[in-house]
């Protein structure tokens, strides 16, 4: 009975210490965790061709095309802008296609208004929009990297990989330099978070590549 006296009382002061250690000793905060997303382990592709487009490519069996009525509140200048669509990752990849030379309407603001106006999409005018607006999510990137393609003859560009919480993290334009001009561009419906959705992002990252590396011009 002494024994058990003996044991009880030599871990009593023992337990209050630690507990007082564990009562001063500053909080550690957790690292931030997010959602698993599971992602198809083999890639599977089939082809876009519809019958009056210029150009066709490759996408993932996962996507869907769908025709783009709007681009952030600006009417398309054309039928061909399309969207491949991952609703599951709540993603798009927004494809604007222009014609090289092609006369196109705007809005130009003037003292009393805004007036219907028109411009030529020259191809200098097609491959600094595309760098301006890369340029524009300067702000957000810590890093923008211009990767120089050749596809196929005729199908020549840029990827652009944006680093940091910037809204498109991937875009690219392809051009044959004399009719046509595509540009493509990755967005989440989500608020910028280059931690949360970069496997996502590097995952159709991956699909971008293949639709750039498949683009073909039709006429």
């Not at 560009?157 to 690219?172: P, R, T, Y």
């Amino acid at each position: 009975m002494k024994k058990k006296l003996l044991v009880t009382g030599y871990f009593l002061p023992v337990a209050y210490c630690l507990w007082l250690v564990s009562c001063n000793s500053d909080p550690t905060s957790k690292p931030r965790g997010y959602f698993r997303i599971d992602l198809p382990a083999v890639k599977e592709y089939k082809s876009f061709d519809r019958p009056g487009f210029p150009y066709s490519f490759d996408y993932p069996v996962y996507g869907n095309i769908v025709q783009d009525s709007t681009f952030f509140d600006d009417k398309p200048q054309n039928p061909y802008w399309v969207n491949v669509d991952f609703p599951q990752y709540d993603a798009k990849i927004y494809l604007s296609y222009m014609g090289v030379n092609d006369k196109v309407m705007y809005k130009e603001k003037t003292t009393t208004g805004y007036k219907d106006s028109i411009g030529i999409n020259s191809l200098n005018k097609l491959i600094n929009d595309a760098f301006t607006l890369t340029n524009k999510h300067a702000v957000k990137a810590n890093s923008i990297d211009e990767i120089e393609v050749h596809p196929a003859k005729g199908v020549d560009g840029f990827i652009f990989e944006v680093g940091g919480n910037a809204a498109s993290l991937k875009q690219f334009y392809l051009t044959d330099s004399s009719k046509h001009f595509i540009r493509g561009a990755l967005y989440f419906n989500a608020t910028p978070n280059e931690d949360s959705v970069k496997p996502v992002s590097q995952f159709l990252f991956q699909d971008m590549k293949r639709l750039v590396n498949s683009l073909r011009w039709k006429k």
